[in-house]
């Protein structure tokens, strides 16, 4: 079976932290996608990244960076700087490389950055 | 259109009565997905539709959901004889098969059943 596990449930940090938001997955296959998406108060989920098993290079875009650990089947997302914009929840999610795509989620961790 | 369009946005009804949520996905999307999100909870696959068929209907809760797909466009998600824990909100999504299997999510509808 597929599960996602984010163990925090809110994080509060002060303008200009660094912040990770841990990810931990579990499943059976070889090859999956690893998903982090942004639900801010409007409710739309923003896609931020995906990620192949076989690719396990740390990416970076802007403040945002993510850390894939096939090892520790773990992907954490850290924000550097944080600002108040980047509250919001984020979604760590999990899809199989085949069939229907369905994405597993974890529950979320809900971010506060306080000014 | 631009993003996936859901509608209504918020919907209240009456315990026992049924509703209707609308999604709209991208022009283009062959690929469709339902999903629900309780409150404080992640989000739960409901069903999936592959142009107007659908090969996995096994998020549905009870035989009270059900889904149709037409134009391989617009899908409806009927929810029959609504009860109290059916509130949640309802999020649609679409993708471009093959593409990297990249789901883009409308909004949602928050439904509330008192």
């Known amino acids: 079976a597929q599960k996602v596990t984010q163990a925090q449930t809110e994080i509060s940090v002060v303008e200009k932290e660094d912040v990770t938001l841990d990810c931990v997955y579990e499943?059976?296959?070889?090859?999956?996608?690893l998903f982090w998406y942004k639900q801010p108060p409007s409710g739309e989920l923003v896609f931020l990244i995906r990620?192949?098993?076989?690719?396990?290079q740390n990416e970076i875009s802007g403040r945002y960076s993510w850390n894939f650990q096939k090892s520790t089947s773990s992907f954490n997302f850290t924000i550097t700087a944080s600002q108040v914009v980047d509250s919001a929840v984020y979604f760590c999610?999990?899809?199989?490389?085949?069939?229907?795509?369905?994405?597993?989620f974890g529950t979320g961790t809900r971010l506060k950055v306080l000014a | 259109g631009a993003g996936v369009s859901q509608s209504p946005s918020n919907k209240v009804t009456e315990k026992g009565k049924d509703v209707e949520l609308r999604c709209d996905p991208i022009?283009?999307?062959?690929?469709l997905y339902w999903y629900r999100q309780r409150l404080g909870q992640g989000l739960e696959f409901l069903i999936y539709?592959?142009?107007?068929?659908?090969?996995?209907k096994s998020g549905l809760p009870s035989d009270r959901f059900s889904a149709e797909r037409t134009g391989e466009s617009v899908s409806t998600l009927t929810i029959q004889r609504t009860q109290q824990e059916d509130s949640a909100v309802y999020l649609c999504?679409?993708?471009?098969?093959?593409?990297?299997?990249?789901?883009?999510f409308g909004a949602g509808t928050r439904l509330s059943v008192l």
């Open positions: 990620r192949n098993s076989f690719d396990e």
């Open positions: 499943t059976r296959d070889t090859t999956y996608y």
């Open positions: 999610a999990l899809s199989r490389a085949s069939g229907t795509y369905k994405y597993i």
């Open positions: 999504a679409s993708s471009l098969r093959g593409m990297k299997n990249i789901q883009y």
């Open positions: 539709f592959q142009g107007n068929s659908a090969p996995d």
């Open positions: 022009s283009g999307h062959t690929a």
